[in-house]
């Protein structure tokens, strides 16, 4: 959240080892959403209403300037889940260092309709035109997805609505729902309680079975309380997803200092927890995304915060450069194990893209992807990264597009492949790479390709690759741990295995520095 100008942020943390368990509710600030100070936590297991976990939840600020927290407490040892809240002990203190969890805790117990076991990570809420707050909450109803809703006149006596928000049969447990509003025009986010005739709604949930997250467009009828996905939206397992990688458990806040929607997910680790204990650490947060609807109003457009091109550096550049097939070029000048690369590909002709398969699942980008990998020769790609490279390839993690032709129009998969991505002979911090999951993860690009370019932008960081095709319409992240390619060792090449030949039009590229641990 931000608040007085400070931003907050809240996270699931085991102060006692880098395994899931004994998790509080870490607290950092920042006053730049890059610079941070790690406080001492805001919330921890101290009373019978979560004596067993904190879980998640979110913040609102409710009016006078007032933040609270909901979040989920856990009572026994059969995980059965309650809402609680907890309110900052002191206003007028600038980084809310200590907040309490008052005596009327829970808020929120479950009904007899409901899974005990499965209600859980409440959204921030949202204020109706009726004076009414409202929050939505995850759950499961056998295998029905559930975001249940629930109204409340002061926020402290809440009542479930009689129908849930959405619900979504065959898709499993529904973890950390988010609920926002979004402009149909232009770039400003809107604050979580904006309704109107110039604004879609946005319900994202983080599917516990497959570990992704997945998000529909539609419109909110407020009277009803009822959410309905626009009808071309899939609302499941083959629906759009924030990214097509190693991220889950995101939520997203309006900052209204700069008047947009900031969305934040986590990467947990590609290794083992085994891995995780030598290492001492497991889980980061991303680079926090301005998130907006597209002009088409089909998708979400997500974006690195300008702020992180604060950090930028050393920059080389390169334009008009032919990549013919089989060639690599070397982006020399730069700190290639941190960097920050934007580029944009373009091509004569579509001609040679490859036929698309029809006995291939149009939904399974990742399949295709392991079957035409970066060094299977296609006609339009594939071409793109070779980030976190050796000098000789021995390892590296390509992100890269290859163009399909279908029946009906050209596919264009977008690939960042972990498969080649570290060898591991003992450097690495990881003890034996082969352990490490190391999927070819994969989405498809819904662009029309009219002007024949493919823009890639690749942000960089040791063990992690977060990459945003065509302006933030397909993301994709990352997590490797390569031995070779580390600190100094690391390369970064612009690819080409496709009989077209591809134009590099533009390059930047710059050497990342590191944030600095903020000042008291």
């Given at each position: 959240?931000?608040?007085?100008?400070?931003?907050?942020?809240?996270y699931q943390y085991n102060p006692k080892g880098a395994v899931w368990g004994?998790?509080?509710?870490?607290?950092?600030?920042?006053?730049?959403?890059?610079?941070?100070?790690?406080?001492?936590?805001?919330?921890?297991?101290?009373?019978?209403?979560?004596?067993?976990?904190?879980?998640s939840g979110s913040?609102?600020?409710?009016?006078?300037?007032?933040?609270?927290?909901?979040?989920?407490?856990?009572?026994?040892q059969n995980k059965t889940q309650v809402q609680n809240y907890a309110v900052p002990a002191n206003l007028s203190e600038p980084y809310l260092r200590k907040w309490v969890k008052p005596d009327n805790n829970p808020l929120i117990a479950a009904d007899a309709s409901i899974n005990k076991t499965a209600f859980r990570d409440p959204t921030t809420a949202w204020l109706g035109k009726d004076g009414h707050w409202r929050i939505a909450i995850g759950g499961r109803k056998k295998n029905r997805g559930i975001s249940y809703l629930y109204r409340s006149r002061d926020f402290m006596q809440w009542i479930k609505a009689k129908h849930p928000l959405h619900s979504s049969a065959g898709t499993g447990n529904w973890e950390c729902p988010d609920f926002y509003p979004v402009s149909v025009s232009g770039e400003n986010g809107l604050d979580t309680s904006v309704e109107g005739p110039n604004v879609k709604h946005v319900l994202k949930v983080s599917l516990d079975?497959?570990?992704?997250?997945?998000?529909?467009?539609?419109?909110?009828?407020a009277e009803k309380d009822r959410y309905i996905p626009d009808k071309d939206m899939i609302d499941g397992w083959n629906?759009?997803?924030?990214?097509?990688?190693?991220?889950?458990?995101?939520?997203?806040?309006?900052?209204?200092?700069k008047n947009r929607r900031i969305l934040w997910g986590w990467a947990n680790e590609s290794d083992t927890t085994e891995d995780d204990i030598k290492k001492g650490w497991a889980g980061i947060q991303l680079i926090p995304r301005t998130i907006v609807l597209a002009p088409n109003r089909k998708q979400l457009l997500q974006w690195p915060i300008e702020e992180v091109e604060t950090l930028r550096g050393n920059k080389v550049e390169l334009s008009n450069h032919r990549l013919t097939k089989g060639q690599n070029i070397e982006i020399k000048g730069i700190t290639a194990a941190q960097a920050d690369v934007d580029v944009t590909f373009?091509?004569?002709?579509?001609?040679?893209a490859e036929p698309f398969d029809p006995s291939w699942d149009r939904y399974d980008a990742q399949k295709i992807c392991s079957q035409k990998g970066s060094t299977v020769q296609g006609g339009l790609g594939p071409f793109g990264l070779l980030t976190l490279a050796s000098q000789n390839l021995e390892e590296y993690t390509p992100v890269f597009f290859r163009v399909f032709r279908a029946q009906d129009k050209h596919l264009v998969l977008m690939c960042s492949d972990a498969s080649r991505s570290s060898l591991s002979d003992g450097r690495s911090l990881v003890k034996d790479?082969?352990?490490?999951?190391?999927?070819?993860?994969?989405?498809?690009?819904?662009?029309?390709?009219?002007?024949?370019?493919l823009s890639l932008r690749s942000l960089i960081d040791n063990s992690v690759v977060e990459s945003f095709g065509a302006q933030?319409?397909?993301?994709?992240?990352?997590?490797?741990?390569?031995?070779l390619a580390i600190y100094g060792d690391a390369h970064l090449f612009a690819f080409n295995n496709g009989t077209e030949t591809v134009k590099i039009d533009s390059l930047s590229a710059w050497s990342m520095k590191r944030p600095l641990q903020m000042n008291h």
């Amino acid at each position: 959240m931000y608040y007085n100008g400070i931003y907050h942020l809240f996270y699931q943390y085991n102060p006692k080892g880098a395994v899931w368990g004994n998790i509080v509710w870490a607290h950092s600030v920042s006053k730049d959403l890059i610079n941070w100070k790690k406080v001492e936590p805001a919330i921890y297991p101290s009373k019978p209403f979560d004596k067993y976990g904190c879980w998640s939840g979110s913040a609102t600020i409710l009016p006078g300037n007032k933040p609270v927290i909901l979040y989920t407490g856990i009572v026994d040892q059969n995980k059965t889940q309650v809402q609680n809240y907890a309110v900052p002990a002191n206003l007028s203190e600038p980084y809310l260092r200590k907040w309490v969890k008052p005596d009327n805790n829970p808020l929120i117990a479950a009904d007899a309709s409901i899974n005990k076991t499965a209600f859980r990570d409440p959204t921030t809420a949202w204020l109706g035109k009726d004076g009414h707050w409202r929050i939505a909450i995850g759950g499961r109803k056998k295998n029905r997805g559930i975001s249940y809703l629930y109204r409340s006149r002061d926020f402290m006596q809440w009542i479930k609505a009689k129908h849930p928000l959405h619900s979504s049969a065959g898709t499993g447990n529904w973890e950390c729902p988010d609920f926002y509003p979004v402009s149909v025009s232009g770039e400003n986010g809107l604050d979580t309680s904006v309704e109107g005739p110039n604004v879609k709604h946005v319900l994202k949930v983080s599917l516990d079975v497959t570990r992704y997250e997945y998000y529909t467009i539609g419109t909110y009828l407020a009277e009803k309380d009822r959410y309905i996905p626009d009808k071309d939206m899939i609302d499941g397992w083959n629906g759009l997803r924030y990214d097509y990688g190693n991220f889950y458990a995101s939520k997203s806040f309006f900052d209204p200092s700069k008047n947009r929607r900031i969305l934040w997910g986590w990467a947990n680790e590609s290794d083992t927890t085994e891995d995780d204990i030598k290492k001492g650490w497991a889980g980061i947060q991303l680079i926090p995304r301005t998130i907006v609807l597209a002009p088409n109003r089909k998708q979400l457009l997500q974006w690195p915060i300008e702020e992180v091109e604060t950090l930028r550096g050393n920059k080389v550049e390169l334009s008009n450069h032919r990549l013919t097939k089989g060639q690599n070029i070397e982006i020399k000048g730069i700190t290639a194990a941190q960097a920050d690369v934007d580029v944009t590909f373009s091509f004569n002709s579509l001609d040679r893209a490859e036929p698309f398969d029809p006995s291939w699942d149009r939904y399974d980008a990742q399949k295709i992807c392991s079957q035409k990998g970066s060094t299977v020769q296609g006609g339009l790609g594939p071409f793109g990264l070779l980030t976190l490279a050796s000098q000789n390839l021995e390892e590296y993690t390509p992100v890269f597009f290859r163009v399909f032709r279908a029946q009906d129009k050209h596919l264009v998969l977008m690939c960042s492949d972990a498969s080649r991505s570290s060898l591991s002979d003992g450097r690495s911090l990881v003890k034996d790479g082969k352990n490490a999951y190391k999927p070819s993860f994969a989405g498809f690009v819904d662009v029309d390709l009219k002007d024949r370019k493919l823009s890639l932008r690749s942000l960089i960081d040791n063990s992690v690759v977060e990459s945003f095709g065509a302006q933030g319409k397909t993301c994709i992240t990352s997590r490797v741990y390569p031995s070779l390619a580390i600190y100094g060792d690391a390369h970064l090449f612009a690819f080409n295995n496709g009989t077209e030949t591809v134009k590099i039009d533009s390059l930047s590229a710059w050497s990342m520095k590191r944030p600095l641990q903020m000042n008291h």
